[in-house]
Protein backbone atom coordinates (compact mmCIF):
# COMPACT_ATOMS: atom_id res chain seq x y z
CA UNK A 1 0.00 0.00 0.00
CA UNK A 2 1.13 3.69 -0.81
CA UNK A 3 1.49 6.32 2.07
CA UNK A 4 -1.91 8.02 1.11
CA UNK A 5 -3.95 4.59 0.74
CA UNK A 6 -2.66 3.57 4.63
CA UNK A 7 -3.98 7.78 5.05
CA UNK A 8 -7.21 7.03 3.62
CA UNK A 9 -7.69 3.81 4.69
CA UNK A 10 -6.96 5.24 8.63
CA UNK A 11 -9.00 8.25 8.44
CA UNK A 12 -12.21 6.03 7.31
CA UNK A 13 -11.34 3.58 9.77
CA UNK A 14 -11.01 6.13 12.45
CA UNK A 15 -13.96 8.18 11.18
CA UNK A 16 -11.93 10.98 10.73
CA UNK A 17 -12.54 14.43 9.06
CA UNK A 18 -9.94 16.57 7.28
CA UNK A 19 -10.46 19.71 7.20
CA UNK A 20 -7.95 21.36 4.84
CA UNK A 21 -8.35 25.52 4.60
CA UNK A 22 -9.19 25.52 8.51
CA UNK A 23 -9.06 29.01 9.93
CA UNK A 24 -8.05 28.01 13.50
CA UNK A 25 -4.04 27.74 15.13
CA UNK A 26 -0.85 27.94 13.33
CA UNK A 27 -0.43 24.01 12.84
CA UNK A 28 -1.60 20.58 12.77
CA UNK A 29 -4.13 19.58 15.14
CA UNK A 30 -7.22 17.65 16.54
CA UNK A 31 -10.56 18.48 17.70
CA UNK A 32 -10.83 15.61 19.70
CA UNK A 33 -14.90 15.00 20.00
CA UNK A 34 -15.34 16.14 16.49
CA UNK A 35 -12.84 13.73 15.04
CA UNK A 36 -11.66 16.79 13.08
CA UNK A 37 -7.85 17.27 12.29
CA UNK A 38 -7.06 20.69 10.59
CA UNK A 39 -4.34 21.61 8.97
CA UNK A 40 -2.98 18.38 7.69
CA UNK A 41 -1.99 17.86 4.34
CA UNK A 42 -1.88 14.69 2.82
CA UNK A 43 1.55 13.19 1.52
CA UNK A 44 3.18 10.32 0.44
CA UNK A 45 5.49 10.61 2.99
CA UNK A 46 6.14 9.23 6.39
CA UNK A 47 6.38 12.64 8.06
CA UNK A 48 2.51 13.21 6.45
CA UNK A 49 1.37 9.35 7.70
CA UNK A 50 3.04 10.00 10.93
CA UNK A 51 1.85 13.06 11.70
CA UNK A 52 -1.53 12.34 10.86
CA UNK A 53 -1.42 9.20 13.32
CA UNK A 54 -0.37 11.41 15.82
CA UNK A 55 -3.35 13.58 15.82
CA UNK A 56 -5.67 10.29 15.72
CA UNK A 57 -3.85 8.48 18.38
CA UNK A 58 -5.03 11.87 20.65
CA UNK A 59 -8.72 10.66 20.12
CA UNK A 60 -8.04 7.51 20.91
CA UNK A 61 -6.39 7.77 23.88
CA UNK A 62 -8.68 10.67 24.90
CA UNK A 63 -8.47 11.16 28.96
CA UNK A 64 -9.78 14.44 30.59
CA UNK A 65 -7.45 13.34 33.60
CA UNK A 66 -4.29 13.23 31.56
CA UNK A 67 -1.43 16.30 31.45
CA UNK A 68 -0.49 17.66 28.19
CA UNK A 69 3.37 15.50 28.16
CA UNK A 70 1.22 12.12 28.89
CA UNK A 71 -1.24 13.07 25.56
CA UNK A 72 1.61 13.83 23.85
CA UNK A 73 3.39 10.66 24.75
CA UNK A 74 0.26 8.18 24.18
CA UNK A 75 -0.74 10.23 20.85
CA UNK A 76 2.99 9.35 19.99
CA UNK A 77 2.89 5.56 21.13
CA UNK A 78 -0.43 5.08 19.40
CA UNK A 79 1.42 6.31 16.42
CA UNK A 80 4.27 4.16 16.50
CA UNK A 81 2.25 1.06 16.65
CA UNK A 82 0.07 2.08 13.71
CA UNK A 83 3.29 2.78 11.72
CA UNK A 84 4.62 -1.17 12.93
CA UNK A 85 0.92 -2.12 12.09
CA UNK A 86 1.34 -1.03 8.48
CA UNK A 87 4.80 -1.78 8.39
CA UNK A 88 6.17 1.44 8.05
CA UNK A 89 9.81 2.28 8.96
CA UNK A 90 9.66 5.30 11.02
CA UNK A 91 13.05 7.89 10.74
CA UNK A 92 14.67 8.37 13.57
CA UNK A 93 14.87 12.18 13.50
CA UNK A 94 10.97 12.02 13.53
CA UNK A 95 11.06 9.95 16.98
CA UNK A 96 13.60 12.81 18.55
CA UNK A 97 11.53 15.79 17.09
CA UNK A 98 8.71 13.70 18.91
CA UNK A 99 10.22 12.92 22.04
CA UNK A 100 12.20 16.40 22.41
CA UNK A 101 8.08 17.77 22.34
CA UNK A 102 7.30 15.03 25.13
CA UNK A 103 10.01 16.79 27.29
CA UNK A 104 9.41 20.24 27.05
CA UNK A 105 6.06 19.32 27.83
CA UNK A 106 7.38 17.44 30.91
CA UNK A 107 9.49 20.09 32.03
CA UNK A 108 6.62 22.82 31.06
CA UNK A 109 4.41 20.89 33.75
CA UNK A 110 7.09 21.22 36.16
CA UNK A 111 8.04 24.41 36.05
CA UNK A 112 4.06 25.28 36.89
CA UNK A 113 5.07 23.63 39.62
CA UNK A 114 2.79 20.53 38.53
CA UNK A 115 2.71 17.57 40.79
CA UNK A 116 3.48 13.70 40.92
CA UNK A 117 4.24 14.17 37.21
CA UNK A 118 5.95 11.05 35.59
CA UNK A 119 9.85 11.08 34.72
CA UNK A 120 12.02 11.48 31.74
CA UNK A 121 12.24 7.86 32.04
CA UNK A 122 8.81 6.86 31.95
CA UNK A 123 8.13 9.28 28.89
CA UNK A 124 10.76 7.64 27.10
CA UNK A 125 9.72 6.80 23.50
CA UNK A 126 11.98 4.13 23.24
CA UNK A 127 10.36 2.24 26.43
CA UNK A 128 7.07 2.79 24.84
CA UNK A 129 3.98 0.63 26.14
CA UNK A 130 5.29 1.14 30.15
CA UNK A 131 2.21 2.17 31.76
CA UNK A 132 2.32 5.47 32.98
CA UNK A 133 1.64 5.50 37.11
Not at 12 to 25: A, G, L, P, W
Not at 27 to 44: D, E, G, Y
Not at 104 to 126: D, I, K, Q, V
Request: aromatic share 10%; with cysteine.
Amino acid sequence: MSFKEIQDEVISKYRITIVENSKCYSRTHIHVKQRKICKWKQASSIQSTFTLFHEIGHAENNNSKMRRCEEEYYATVWAIDKCKEYGLKIPQSIIDNYQRYIYRELARGHRHRGNNYPTREEMRLEGARVPLT
